[in-house]
């Protein structure tokens, strides 16, 4: 079934306000993407970039460099803004625990030099917050992604791509891979060719948080 971006919101305030806090839910989907990610490659001493934009899909990717450090992976984070101006608490909190964790290196601001080849870039810039045109830094990072050769992998939907009418805006990210979380939002499908592989996965939001919605 697939739903649309509304309805998704409304489900994650449901489950929020049923005590399945959304830093509970993010944890879910960073778990669960890095899962499919490491069915599909050995990420054992690779080079991983993540892009994270300030809202929670980069916290959804924040979540994702700490589960890939475990997993062995060399992560590169690099966040589109200043750490002060994350927008939420749970991508906030992910944040603080990364600083502790030397082993992802934490580059901030839209530098975009980077001293290695990826061999994996995350796309965690825009998910179901997106609206209106790109602005910057973002442009620049998508742009980087879509110039380089290797795997790409896009956190709930390619950065560009609008969610809920498949509409993409002045630029977009092509992915490899993408994951969704909750259930399928009814734009996504409508772009495989920007999507690459499609999964939607299940982030342990309570059935009954869907109650009066869908
Ligand atoms: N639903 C769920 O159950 C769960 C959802 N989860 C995750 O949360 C994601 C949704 O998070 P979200 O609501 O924070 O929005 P998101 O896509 O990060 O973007 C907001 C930011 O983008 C900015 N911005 C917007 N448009 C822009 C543009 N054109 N160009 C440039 N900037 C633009 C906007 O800036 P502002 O307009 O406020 O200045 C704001 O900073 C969702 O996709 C999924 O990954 C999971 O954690 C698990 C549970
Ligand atoms: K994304």
Same mark, same amino acid.
């Given at each position: 079934?697939?739903?649309?971006?509304?309805?998704?919101?409304?489900?994650?305030?449901?489950?929020?306000?049923?005590?399945?806090?959304?830093?509970?839910?993010?944890?879910?989907?960073?778990?669960?993407?890095?899962?499919?990610?490491?069915?599909?490659?050995?990420?054992?001493?690779?080079?991983?970039?993540?892009?994270?934009?300030?809202?929670?899909n980069?916290g959804?990717?924040?979540?994702?460099?700490?589960?890939?450090?475990?997993?062995?992976?060399?992560?590169?984070?690099?966040?589109?803004?200043?750490?002060?101006?994350?927008?939420?608490?749970?991508?906030?909190?992910?944040?603080?625990?990364?600083?502790?964790?030397?082993?992802?290196?934490?580059?901030?601001?839209?530098?975009?030099? +980077?001293? /290695?080849?990826? =061999? *994996?870039?995350?796309?965690?810039?825009?998910? $179901? #917050?997106?609206?209106?045109? !790109?602005?910057?830094?973002?442009?620049?990072?998508?742009?980087?992604?879509?110039?380089?050769?290797? +795997?790409? /992998?896009?956190? =709930? *939907?390619?950065?560009?791509?609008?969610?809920? $009418? #498949?509409?993409?805006?002045? !630029?977009?990210?092509?992915?490899?891979?993408?994951?969704?979380?909750?259930?399928?939002?009814?734009?996504?499908?409508?772009?495989? =060719?920007?999507?690459?592989?499609l999964?939607?996965?299940?982030?342990g939001?309570?059935?009954?948080?869907?109650?009066?919605?869908?």
């Amino acid at each position: 079934m697939e739903i649309t971006v509304d309805q998704m919101y409304q489900i994650e305030n449901n489950g929020h306000a049923m005590g399945f806090l959304k830093k509970f839910m993010m944890e879910n989907a960073g778990a669960a993407a890095v899962r499919r990610l490491v069915e599909k490659f050995d990420v054992t001493s690779k080079n991983i970039l993540i892009f994270v934009g300030m809202g929670n899909n980069g916290g959804d990717g924040l979540v994702m460099a700490r589960h890939l450090s475990g997993y062995g992976a060399i992560v590169t984070i690099q966040l589109l803004g200043s750490p002060d101006k994350i927008k939420t608490e749970e991508s906030s909190w992910n944040w603080s625990i990364l600083k502790k964790m030397p082993s992802v290196k934490l580059l901030s601001g839209d530098n975009l030099h +980077f001293d /290695f080849i990826p =061999d *994996v870039i995350i796309d965690a810039i825009l998910g $179901t #917050g997106i609206s209106g045109e !790109i602005r910057e830094p973002y442009v620049s990072a998508i742009n980087y992604i879509n110039n380089s050769s290797c +795997f790409k /992998f896009a956190v =709930d *939907v390619p950065s560009g791509l609008d969610p809920q $009418t #498949g509409e993409t805006a002045n !630029i977009f990210v092509k992915s490899d891979m993408t994951v969704t979380f909750h259930k399928m939002k009814q734009g996504i499908p409508k772009r495989k =060719d920007l999507t690459g592989e499609l999964y939607a996965e299940k982030i342990g939001i309570p059935p009954e948080a869907e109650e009066g919605v869908l």
